[in-house]
């Protein structure tokens, strides 16, 4: 058997146990220090923003951006309905009612026709307007942010960027998760890099950064004794997982270019097989990390999403299917749902590709010659 080529492998660059080695050498293991600090630094660099605040999950830092928001019990919040739960799941936590919208099929991510149709529905059954928006970089592809942007600002709801998958994209020159009020990243072991587990949320200005760490760090008012007048979380990341992040942002542009070659190659050895179509950036204006690479099968093939990935399996190759939808979803079953069936066809239509940054040019062939060999039956 072929060794197994995996989705997206945890890939390391080396340099990051240097900086676990400093923090166990002066005792810095909990969660602030200097690691963490320079995480940040480097981050902010990166992405040409400020007051990113690492967190201990993507999950926190979605959390954490609808408290900043003043999302509350009884508000309702938009978001993409095609998508991973951990962007829905915080609307949740704050006690409030997520409203789904159906993707466009050029990104595949918010469509803004849905979202404003979905803003005047509520405005009209509930009397106020939804409280946030969070369309999502889905599979690192940017969404429309400037239609999105102009809704949000026409009716005055501010917008949470889920990036979690969207670290390094692109949008008209500026990274993915710097374009709303706050943008959630994710440093999960399959993500662009990893700190094993981590996020961090991009704020707007100094004092929203302040006191996101403020709620992230149990919320104590500083006083001498431990007093508290509203809700805290534990969300701060660790200086050991932030250690590992510093290594990870020596990389990342290695990293991130290695995921777009592995699109590109996919591109090429894709293009002579008609039953098959690649997702690709819309247009110039969108720069796509291209975190998982994801295929169309057409259903004239017969060969179904399931059938391919056991398929693959069976082979020795990890495929996953796209993201099943929100609405779609036990959990969210009884939440509104504007929009038609882009995102649930996308469902049953899609395919992830391995697209790690550990892969190799022979790796994406072995892929696809499987890949044709299912596709011939
Ligand atoms: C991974 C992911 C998250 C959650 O990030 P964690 O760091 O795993 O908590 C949120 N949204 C999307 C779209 C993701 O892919």
Not at 13 to 28: D, H, L, P, R, T
Not at 184 to 213: E, M, Q, W, Y
Request: glycine share 8%; charged share 25%.
């Amino acid at each position: 058997m072929k060794p197994r080529i995996f989705l997206s492998y945890p890939h390391l660059g080396g340099g990051e146990m240097k900086w676990i080695e400093e923090a166990f050498k002066e005792s810095w293991v909990v969660p602030l220090g200097p690691n963490v600090d320079e995480f940040e630094a480097r981050l902010e660099k990166y992405l040409g923003a400020n007051n990113v605040v690492a967190l201990s999950a993507g999950t926190a830092a979605l959390h954490l951006g609808l408290v900043m928001l003043g999302v509350e019990a009884g508000d309702e919040v938009i978001c993409q309905s095609f998508t991973f739960s951990a962007s829905a799941n915080p609307v949740k936590y704050q006690g409030a009612k997520p409203i789904f919208v159906d993707s466009e099929s050029d990104t595949w991510n918010m469509s803004p026709d849905a979202l404003e149709s979905a803003i005047i529905d509520r405005k009209k059954i509930t009397g106020k307007y939804p409280k946030a928006i969070i369309p999502v970089h889905l599979y690192g592809m940017p969404s429309k942010m400037n239609e999105i942007l102009a809704i949000s600002k026409k009716y005055n709801i501010r917008v949470l960027e889920d990036a979690a998958e969207a670290l390094g994209s692109e949008y008209y020159g500026k990274k993915c998760g710097t374009l709303g009020t706050y943008g959630a990243l994710s440093f999960n072991g399959n993500k662009i890099i990893t700190t094993s587990g981590g996020g961090a949320l991009i704020c707007p200005d100094k004092s929203s950064a302040d006191r996101v760490l403020f709620y992230a760090t149990q919320a104590r008012e500083s006083r001498p004794y431990y007093y508290h007048e509203v809700v805290g979380y534990n969300y701060r990341l660790s200086n050991i997982s932030a250690g590992i992040g510093c290594g990870q942002m020596d990389v990342i542009n290695e990293h991130v270019e290695r995921r777009r070659e592995i699109h590109n190659l996919y591109s090429e050895l894709l293009k002579d097989i008609p039953q098959v179509s690649l997702k690709e950036n819309p247009s110039d204006s969108f720069k796509s990390n291209f975190w998982l690479s994801c295929i169309i099968i057409d259903p004239s093939s017969g060969v179904t999403p399931e059938e391919a990935r056991q398929k693959m399996n069976a082979e020795n190759i990890e495929t996953r299917w796209l993201w099943r939808p929100m609405h779609m979803q036990p959990i969210y079953k009884d939440a509104p749902y504007y929009g038609g069936d882009v995102a649930e066809s996308l469902f049953n239509k899609g395919l992830c590709l391995p697209s790690g940054s550990t892969m190799t040019d022979a790796d994406v062939e072995r892929v696809v010659s499987v890949l044709k060999e299912i596709l011939k039956k």
